[in-house]
């Protein structure tokens, strides 16, 4: 048994299912990324996590384990890293992007519920997910109906904290989201057995801004009419970003950003002259899913922008650094994680759409794909205000539904084509 197959079985994980998902992903991760021309050399260190997802970084959370470190798993982007890292904590996210996992997730969940809850109970429930297997604990957030009910599935054997997320943006919501971080803050203390300082949570503070400065720089380089990058390798980043080590992460991206800015000095584009510039919004898309940028970019256009959870809304806004109290500290972290974050899941949301229209302008966005996930009715829902909202501003949008299988990349190519051809 090879070290792989050894680690995934101390972890009871079904290895003859797992097998078939190992022997799946080269061949699609080959269809997406390896027939791209003029990747940026830089993107090698981001290929061999993904070609090894399920190999290297678990078996660091594991080493990390036996020294006595805590592994919390997360599922979006309102938990505060910085609170976790502070104690000592690991945080690795959770979020399923395959159709691999859904049969086994419609297995317990109702057939009307978003793929990407489906995956993520499926990925647990199997046992196909190290990260999963590994992870001590897991922290949800009462963001969706959803996942809000999916959690008490998923915590049947494992320890899970859950975050009552307010939905609306008063001050008494402010101060009741303080009180979660604080809530965590000591759930986190009890679990890790480490005490979290002001100077702790200031060193974190830094740590995670420093990985959404390098992610941001990153996404600077695709503002530029030569594009360096492409929108699949730049969500690649985006995703991987989630798993790996947050300062490891912000080094590898700093490297590839000098890539990218000779890049640009020296006029590579990965796209072709007069490739419609495309921002995507909507639904977060969580690895391996890559539909939709393989579809647009195939189709001879170029992401250059994503506004949602492994976009824009993962890295913007800084934490104020060098607090000077716990309790401003804390109030660092709210601003971040709860006014700064413009989720459907808010009414109303209309920050969101000034977002979205601020940044097609800095994007030089052509048009905007709009893409949401089956069964979420938070951001089908705000399609109106959304659709409204660009038409008064003169910008083109397509908005789309869809879920993990392929059953529907036909149709999807077909459409984005027409958007693509509509927009001249
Ligand atoms: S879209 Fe909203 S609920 Fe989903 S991961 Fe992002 S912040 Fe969380
Ligand atoms: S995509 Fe929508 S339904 Fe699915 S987890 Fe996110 S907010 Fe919930």
């Not at 050894?6 to 991760?29: I, K, N, R, V």
């Not at 480490?194 to 995670?208: A, G, H, P, Q, V």
């Not at 890295?315 to 700064?340: G, P, T």
Request: glycine letters at 6%; one cysteine or more; proline letters at 4%.
């Amino acid at each position: 048994m090879d070290k792989n197959h050894q680690m995934w079985s101390d972890l009871g994980m079904d290895l003859e299912t797992h097998d078939l998902l190992c022997e799946a992903l080269p061949s699609a991760f080959g269809d997406v990324f390896m027939v791209m021309d003029d990747r940026p050399e830089r993107m090698d260190y981001f290929n061999m996590v993904a070609a090894d997802i399920h190999g290297i970084r678990p078996a660091e959370l594991i080493e990390a384990q036996k020294k006595g470190r805590k592994v919390f798993g997360t599922f979006c982007v309102f938990v505060p890293d910085e609170v976790i890292i502070a104690a000592d904590g690991i945080v690795t996210g959770l979020c399923g992007g395959s159709q691999f996992w859904v049969p086994e997730g419609e297995k317990v969940l109702p057939a009307n519920t978003c793929p990407l809850i489906k995956a993520s109970v499926g990925a647990r429930l199997g046992r196909t997910c190290p990260y999963f297997r590994i992870a001590d604990m897991f922290i949800g957030e009462t963001t969706c109906d959803g996942k809000q009910k999916a959690y008490e599935i998923l915590g049947e054997d494992v320890k899970m904290h859950i975050m009552q997320l307010p939905k609306l943006k008063r001050p008494r919501d402010q101060e009741a989201w303080k009180e979660e971080i604080k809530i965590l803050i000591k759930e986190v203390e009890d679990f890790t057995g480490n005490k979290i300082t002001l100077e702790s949570l200031n060193d974190s503070i830094k740590i995670i801004n420093k990985k959404r400065s390098a992610l941001e720089r990153m996404y600077e380089t695709r503002k530029n009419s030569t594009v360096p990058i492409s929108g699949r390798d730049a969500l690649l980043i985006m995703q991987i970003a989630y798993f790996d080590d947050p300062e490891r992460l912000a080094e590898k991206v700093n490297v590839l950003c000098e890539e990218l800015e000779q890049r640009v000095k020296d006029g590579v584009s990965v796209a072709k002259e007069g490739a419609k510039r495309i921002l995507i919004t909507g639904t977060p898309l969580a690895v391996p899913n890559w539909k939709m940028h393989n579809i647009i970019e195939s189709s001879g256009a170029i992401v250059v922008c994503e506004e949602n959870c492994t976009g824009t809304r993962y890295f913007a806004h800084q934490v104020k650094e060098d607090n000077s109290s716990m309790e401003e500290a804390i109030d660092s972290l709210m601003h971040r994680y709860f006014d700064n974050i413009h989720c459907a899941c808010f009414t109303p949301n209309e920050e969101r759409f000034d977002d979205v229209v601020r940044l097609a302008k800095e994007y030089k966005a052509d048009g905007i794909v709009n893409v949401n996930l089956k069964f979420c009715n938070l951001y089908s829902t705000e399609n109106y205000f959304l659709e409204k909202r660009l038409k008064e501003e003169g910008i083109p949008v397509l908005s789309l539904e869809t879920d993990y299988a392929d059953n529907d990349a036909g149709q999807i190519r077909t459409r984005v084509e027409a958007f693509l051809e509509m927009l001249g």
